[in-house]
């Protein structure tokens, strides 16, 4: 009884591995073959081909930019087209040391080719203005050479602004500020700052007034002085 089950389930299995392997080889010699034009398609093109655009000139790039309106929905930090007014897209300056010019062909004319999750229309794809049936290939060369030409603003090496102290951490030589706006460096927040020395620290405590010097690159604070009240 036991020899009969076990030689049933051997002939099953024989007979499932003789089926998997004619499939298997009918799909071999089926992806064998398209390998074949592949492989010859290989030699056509030299290795590791890619395609790229010629260089272009990112201000003719701009005027291109502009004539389409591409500012509709891309904020471009340190220019001084309108700000997007609807459904705005990324802004852009972030974008420029991040890519080859050719990323942003593709974003232009292709935008459907990778759109991160958060910008995807309802059918998945792009918002993205279709301009192909009307950009010159010529503007195509010139905007993403301004694209790719594109860099964040340079901050200021050092600013001044003004807060309330929320606390004062001597042992971390730090502070914690709730300060306003500081222009094109960061929003009105309340945040710990570092001090460059101790001492600066002396006779301050939680709610005085405050002016002060950060250096934007460090994110450190040089100076800071008591406001009289
Ligand atoms: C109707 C609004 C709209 C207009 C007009 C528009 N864009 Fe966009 N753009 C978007 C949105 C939304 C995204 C993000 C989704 C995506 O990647 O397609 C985007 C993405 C991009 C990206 C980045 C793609 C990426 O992968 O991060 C570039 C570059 C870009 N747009 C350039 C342009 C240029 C150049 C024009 C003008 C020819 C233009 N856009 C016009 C909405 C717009």
């Known amino acids: 009884m036991i020899l009969q089950l076990i030689i049933t389930i051997l002939f099953t299995w024989v007979a499932l591995v003789f089926v998997e392997d004619s499939t298997l080889s009918a799909q071999k010699s089926a992806a064998g073959s398209k ?52 459904d705005p897209g990324p802004e852009l300056t972030q974008m420029g040391p991040l890519h080859p010019r050719e990323y942003f062909t593709e974003s232009v004319i292709h935008p459907d080719a990778w759109v991160e999750k958060k910008y995807r229309s309802g059918n998945g794809g792009s918002k993205m203005l279709d301009v192909n049936d009307r950009m010159t290939v010529q503007e195509l060369v010139d905007l993403s050479a301004y694209l790719a030409s594109l860099r964040p603003p340079k901050l200021a090496k050092s600013v001044t602004a003004v807060g309330k102290v929320v606390a004062v951490i001597p042992q971390n030589r730090e502070i914690v500020i709730a300060h306003e706006e500081i222009k094109g460096v960061m929003d009105a927040m309340t945040m710990g700052y570092k001090v460059s020395t101790a001492s ?20 450190l604070i040089v100076k800071i002085v008591k406001v009289k009240e």
């Open 35 to 86: 390998s074949g034009i592949a492989g010859t398609m290989a030699t056509h093109h030299p290795k590791g081909w890619q395609f790229t655009m010629p260089r272009g000139e990112p201000l003719k790039g701009r005027a291109v930019f502009e004539k389409y309106e591409c500012y509709d929905c891309h904020e471009v930090r340190g220019e001084s087209f309108p700000y997007p007014t609807s």
């Open 200 to 219: 600066q620290l002396a006779g301050l405590t939680a709610g005085d007034s405050v002016t002060f010097t950060l250096d934007t690159e460090k994110r």
